[in-house]
C-alpha cells in the first residue's frame, strides 16, 4: 500500500507563491509515482492541474499554465508544485496521486489565496 502525504500549503496573499510537496512511502512504489496534482476549490470537483508524463514532459491546466511548475525528485520519491502569481481561484485542497487517481488518496494540503 502506498501512502501520499501532501505538505507545503498555506495562506498567501495574491500574487505570491508557494511550493507544495509529496512524500510516497510504504511498498510497491513505482518508480515516476505519483505524477500528477489535483486541486479541489470549495464546491467543486477535483481537477488534474499539472502532470508529468514519460519523457519528463509536463502537462499543465490551461489555467495554471506559465505559473505552476511540476517537478519530481525520484531518489525521494516525491513531487513537487511550483506555484507562482498564486490568484484567488487557485484556492482549494491540493492532492497528488498518478494519472488515474489510483493510488489512495492522502489527506491534502490547503492552500488559501488572499485577495
Known amino acids: 500500500q502506498v501512502q501520499l502525504e501532501e505538505s507545503g500549503g498555506g495562506t498567501v496573499q495574491a500574487g505570491g507563491s508557494l511550493r507544495l510537496s509529496c512524500a510516497a512511502s510504504?511498498?510497491?512504489?513505482?518508480?515516476?509515482?505519483?505524477n500528477t496534482w489535483y486541486r479541489q476549490a470549495p464546491g467543486k470537483q477535483r481537477e488534474s492541474v499539472a502532470a508529468l508524463l514519460i519523457g519528463g514532459n509536463a502537462m499543465y491546466a490551461g489555467s495554471v499554465k506559465g505559473r505552476f511548475t511540476i517537478s519530481r525528485d525520484n531518489a525521494e520519491n516525491t513531487l513537487y508544485l511550483q506555484m507562482n502569481a498564486l490568484r484567488v481561484e487557485d484556492t482549494g485542497v491540493y492532492y497528488c496521486n498518478s494519472r488515474s487517481g489510483n493510488f489512495a488518496w492522502g489527506k491534502g494540503t490547503l492552500v488559501t489565496v488572499s485577495s
Open positions: 510504504g511498498r510497491n512504489i513505482v518508480d515516476g509515482y505519483p
